[in-house]
């Protein structure tokens, strides 16, 4: 199974900041590499699919990039609404396997 | 609307059996693939089985296969998730999922762009 490892595990940041997220793969997967955010009690949400490809609906200041074994997600100005936890997730076979999550919270 | 919904989770002892179902709408379900993805208390998500548009393919996580089963019925809308021989690590909530797939003149990438809002799954005497 491809292990997927995300860092850091949780971060603290204010309105405005720039956020990055890592997310390493085992092994090369090329660009099938999902992000995902949840927050508490809801359903996880698309955000970025195929490394870098945004979401129709998900606002601009999300980014993806990253292809083989590392990724990264790039929140370019952090607004309220965007303190969540986020996964990544390959889909290049099966099992589809998830990163541990980031759990981004307020400074 | 495009639509899941998950029902038939609840409280069942060790070793017994429950069937979740998803209910799809809004879209034309008998065209893609769905998934179902399982989130244990405080934990991250675990994907756990897929099944093609038409039903002749499957897949699971080891940590089901031979325990899980699941299926669909296209005339209904509907996804199932069979569950036996539940233990206590299978307690968590339960999401079903949409695939979706990009061409991208290359490569089709597949990812989860719908999901329902989760049913939840108690193991425990």
């Known amino acids: 199974d491809i292990q997927m490892t995300q860092s850091p595990s949780s971060l603290s940041a204010s309105v405005g900041d720039r956020v990055t997220i890592t997310c390493r793969a085992s092994?090369?997967?090329?660009?099938?590499l999902n992000w995902y955010q949840q927050k508490p009690g809801k359903a996880p949400k698309l955000l970025i699919y195929?490394?870098?490809s945004l979401q129709s609906g998900v606002p601009s200041r999300f980014s993806g990039s990253g292809s083989g074994t590392d990724f990264t997600l790039t929140i370019s100005s952090l607004q309220p609404e965007d303190f969540a936890t986020y996964y990544c997730?390959?889909?290049?076979?099966?099992?589809?396997?998830f990163g541990q999550g980031t759990k981004v919270e307020i400074k | 609307e495009v639509q899941l919904v998950e029902s038939g989770g609840g409280l069942v002892q060790p070793g017994g059996s429950l069937r979740l179902s998803c209910a799809a709408s809004?879209?034309?379900?008998?065209?893609?693939?769905m998934h179902w993805v399982r989130q244990a208390p405080g934990k991250g998500l675990v994907w756990v089985s897929r099944?093609?548009?038409?039903?002749?393919?499957?897949s699971y996580a080891d940590s089901v296969k031979g325990r899980f089963t699941i299926s669909r019925d296209n005339a209904k809308n509907t996804l199932y998730l069979q569950m036996n021989s539940l233990r206590a690590e299978d307690t968590a909530v339960y999401y079903c999922?949409?695939?979706?797939?990009?061409?991208?003149?290359?490569?089709?990438?597949?990812?989860?762009?719908?999901w329902g809002k989760g049913t939840t799954v108690t193991v425990s005497s």
């Open positions: 999922a949409r695939s979706e797939r990009f061409w991208s003149g290359n490569y089709y990438y597949y990812y989860m762009d719908v």
């Open positions: 809004g879209f034309t379900f008998s065209s893609y693939w």
């Open positions: 099944i093609n548009s038409d039903g002749s393919s499957t």
């Open positions: 092994q090369s997967i090329s660009s099938f």
């Open positions: 195929a490394a870098s």
């Open positions: 997730q390959q889909s290049d076979s099966t099992p589809w396997t």
